[in-house]
């Protein structure tokens, strides 16, 4: 479908991440769990791709003119007053994505896509 074929191809990951803002450390270096969420995009099939979009966004493809004319840009940062063991928060009308300090890639991964496909708790509309 054209939906998946949007938002799945590694161009689009490479946009979105050109047009994101990223939380960083004190050192001024993106948040390790930052580069994980990117890392984990790339792995991700197109279905899947277009469900963690959808999450943060609302909607499950790119504007036509490309990621760049997200009204607010895409964001996604560590939320410090997030617990390891929590679900990711997206805050939709703002295209933010807050995820725990999470251990490992791995947990980040399966937290990010419980939350995409069943995990209300951690949605929050504004």
């Known amino acids: 479908s054209p939906v998946l074929a949007m938002a799945g191809s590694d161009e689009d990951v ?5 047009a994101s803002h990223c939380s960083v450390d004190a050192a001024g270096k993106a948040h390790v769990q930052v580069d994980w969420f990117w890392q ?3 792995d991700l099939g197109a279905g899947e791709r277009s469900m963690v979009l959808q999450f943060v966004t609302g909607n499950e493809r790119p504007p036509l003119t490309g990621f760049g004319a997200l009204e607010y840009p895409f964001t996604v940062q560590v939320g410090e007053h997030m617990s390891a063991g929590s679900l990711p928060e997206a805050h939709v ?25 069943e995990g209300r708790e951690g949605f929050e509309l504004y």
């Not at 251990?103 to 419980?114: C, E, F, P, Q, Y």
């Open 14 to 18: 490479a946009d979105l991440r050109d």
């Open 40 to 42: 984990t995009m790339r």
């Open 93 to 117: 009308c703002f295209n933010q994505l807050v995820l725990p300090a999470y251990a490992s890639a791995g947990v980040l991964r399966d937290k990010l896509m419980t939350a995409v496909r």
